[in-house]
């Protein structure tokens, strides 16, 4: 396990280095950040201590969105959490500064299409109000899908917290943090054979209608190459691989991992004489956002480009259209792609990990196995 820790400290140092590249280079600008994220975690502090009253807390950690439906699975999701962890105050964390930004000046509205402003936090903000609010234990569990990029981040930021290693978290007390039972939820798919074979059997009590009359197709996000984290693309591979146990209708594809975008995908239907017929599409992302109503259901002129067929500017929806199937996008009552969050089988994974959670300094033994038999090889 040398190499698999040793591949995690250097990810935790390049997260860390980068959260650290937001001030200014004037020391005078930097003074003045300091100055004010004193007053920003001071006044979320008063706030998490005025509505603390469990001894234990739940940061749940996300990407973040700007839909309104995203929100919505957000708030159900945390209602979820309420009630599997009765004892327990629930909060809910963005990683993406647009996504925070875009939600406090009210971009959204609510069921009855009233504006809502939410506050939403980075990780940072939020953990140290935690801290700050004396729990004995705090559940940290990660909403990604694959244990990848965005989920090392989380990693970093729980460890630094950890460490008290943030400017504004210097006056935490350090005994309270010696002694605070930290825990980390590992992302949805982080166990390759009972995690991806658990999703697989959910997708597949959700879906085997459609499997059964056509093609199923999710869209996964994925990660590049060099941002491929923990090696964790190859997860997608293996849901695909336990999908197909049950139908060789189920393909899986990502927007953003090399070999496995559409066209990939395409190519292994024909490759199984699927070339035309149904084909419906669904979004492998924990919220159905911006990548599931552009690049997955974006339709019309602007999501297709006849004279690139394999941009990444065409969405799956035209790109299959154009290939002779007849795609569909199913949707929820309110006429949305559903996110894993919404699927009831999908989220009580997500609960489980975090009910499972390690105490953080054993969090990471044994977790990807397969990585370290290809790194000897």
């Known amino acids: 396990m040398k190499k698999i820790k040793t591949l995690l400290v250097a990810t935790i140092a390049l997260a860390a280095g980068a959260m650290s590249l937001t001030s200014c280079d004037k020391d005078d600008d930097k003074a003045?950040?300091?100055?004010?994220?004193?007053?920003?975690?001071?006044?979320?502090?008063?706030?998490?201590?005025?509505?603390?009253?469990?001894?234990?807390?739940?940061?749940?950690?996300?990407?973040?969105?700007?839909?309104?439906?995203?929100?919505?699975?957000?708030?159900?999701?945390?209602?979820?959490?309420?009630?599997?962890?009765?004892?327990?105050?629930?909060?809910?964390?963005?990683?993406?500064?647009?996504?925070?930004?875009?939600?406090?000046?009210?971009?959204?509205?609510?069921?009855?299409?009233?504006?809502?402003?939410?506050?939403?936090?980075?990780?940072?903000?939020?953990?140290?109000?935690?801290?700050a609010a004396k729990y004995s234990k705090i559940y940290v569990q990660s909403l990604q899908v694959i244990p990848g990029e965005e989920f090392a981040a989380v990693v970093a930021s729980v460890k630094k917290f950890a460490n008290n290693g943030y400017v504004a978290s210097a006056h935490l007390d350090d005994k309270y943090l010696e002694n605070v039972e930290i825990r980390l939820g590992m992302p949805l798919l982080n166990d390759p054979d009972t995690d991806v074979k658990t999703v697989a059997a959910e997708l597949n009590k959700l879906y085997s209608a459609e499997a059964a009359k056509g093609a199923v197709a999710f869209m996964g996000h994925g990660n590049p190459d060099t941002y491929d984290t923990f090696k964790a693309n190859i997860r997608y591979t293996q849901l695909e691989e336990a999908l197909q146990t049950y139908s060789k209708n189920y393909y899986v594809g990502t927007v953003d991992m090399p070999d496995n975008y559409k066209q990939d995908v395409y190519a292994r239907m024909k490759q199984n004489g699927i070339t035309s017929g149904a084909l419906s599409l669904h979004a492998l992302m924990s919220i159905a956002g911006d990548h599931a109503h552009n690049d997955m259901a974006g339709e019309g002129d602007e999501y297709w480009d006849e004279e690139e067929e394999e941009s990444e500017d065409n969405s799956w929806l035209e790109y299959f259209g154009h290939k002779t199937y007849k795609v569909s996008v199913p949707t929820t009552k309110a006429g949305e792609p559903a996110g894993l969050l919404e699927l009831p089988g999908i989220l009580n994974v997500w609960i489980n990990h975090t009910k499972n959670a390690e105490v953080l300094e054993d969090a990471f033994h044994s977790m990807y196995p397969e990585s370290e038999e290809e790194e000897e090889k």
């Open 32 to 131: 003045e950040n300091i100055v004010s994220e004193y007053k920003f975690n001071d006044d979320l502090v008063a706030k998490t201590k005025s509505v603390s009253h469990n001894d234990e807390a739940v940061l749940l950690v996300a990407f973040g969105s700007t839909w309104n439906n995203a929100f919505q699975a957000f708030d159900a999701t945390k209602a979820a959490y309420e009630k599997a962890f009765p004892n327990a105050d629930v909060y809910v964390c963005f990683s993406s500064d647009i996504c925070i930004n875009r939600a406090s000046i009210g971009e959204n509205t609510d069921e009855n299409g009233n504006i809502v402003k939410r506050d939403y936090y980075e990780p940072r903000y939020l953990l140290h109000a935690i801290g």
